[in-house]
């Protein structure tokens, strides 16, 4: 067996890739946290948490579960606190008596022997 010396295939040379460095953010990492340029008064908290107590007003409510006595399922009432008025059903009360009547009617005309 006879051994030659083949030349290796000359490769291009790629070109180098710089390394990957993080941009500056222009925030020096000691002053993260600064003071705030407008000094905060009390007037200004106090304004601030009655808009956001009249943003939460309408969320006073009430959960209350109900049983529909026709189908035995139950389904949720979401009531205002203050009026006691029913804002929501889940699932809705009609559409649940109209699903028990319609179900009624079917199995009369189903149960029914001629």
Known sequence: MEVTNQAMPHLQETSKI????AKET??????QFQEPAQVITKEMVTDKV?????????TETNIKFQLHEQL????????DTKTDE???EIPN???????????EI??????EKR
């Open 26 to 31: 222009g925030i020096p990492e000691k002053n």
């Open 72 to 79: 035995e399922v139950y389904y949720v009432q979401v009531i």
């Open 50 to 58: 009655a808009v956001m107590n009249e943003f939460l007003v309408p």
């Open 93 to 103: 009360r009609k559409f649940l008596d109209m699903y028990a009547s319609m179900a």
């Open 86 to 88: 029913v804002l929501r």
């Open 106 to 111: 079917t199995g009369m005309m189903i149960d």
């Open 18 to 21: 710089d390394p990957i460095v």
